[in-house]
């Protein structure tokens, strides 16, 4: 009797868990469904409500704001990581031929 109780309470904590994971999954999937609605509906839209037409409208924007100099900032920075990668992959490459020639 004492070991059925044993496999019991895994069994309902399992059960529990079990229940728990579903509706997660379901609010998971309602908010992805939502956030596809809502998508779309900013899509189907005028931006600002006021009839933006992008053959007729142009958009203009300073280049010295500060969006624009975060972006450069965050681009200069993401060129020099790529430059040493770059470096980093050609001395790897290297160092693999040097190894492979002496085994």
């Known amino acids: 009797k004492n070991s059925n109780v044993k496999i ?3 069994l309902a904590a399992l059960s529990l ?3 728990v994971a579903t509706i997660r999954i379901k609010r998971s999937k309602i908010e ?3 956030v596809c609605r809502l998508e779309e ?3 189907s839209r005028d ?3 006021g009839g933006y037409n992008r053959e007729t409208t142009q ?3 300073l280049k010295d704001n500060p969006a624009a100099k975060d972006y450069a900032i965050r681009q200069s920075n993401l060129d020099e990581l790529k430059a040493v990668n770059e470096r980093l ?3 790897l490459e290297y160092l693999r ?3 492979k020639r002496h085994t």
Do not use: S, T
């Open 97 to 99: 031929k040097k190894a």
């Open 59 to 61: 958009v203009l924007e």
């Open 8 to 10: 019991w309470i895994p």
């Open 41 to 43: 509906q900013i899509k």
């Open 17 to 19: 868990l079990y229940v």
């Open 47 to 49: 931006v600002d409500g």
């Open 32 to 34: 992805e469904e939502r």
């Open 89 to 91: 992959l050609l001395k």
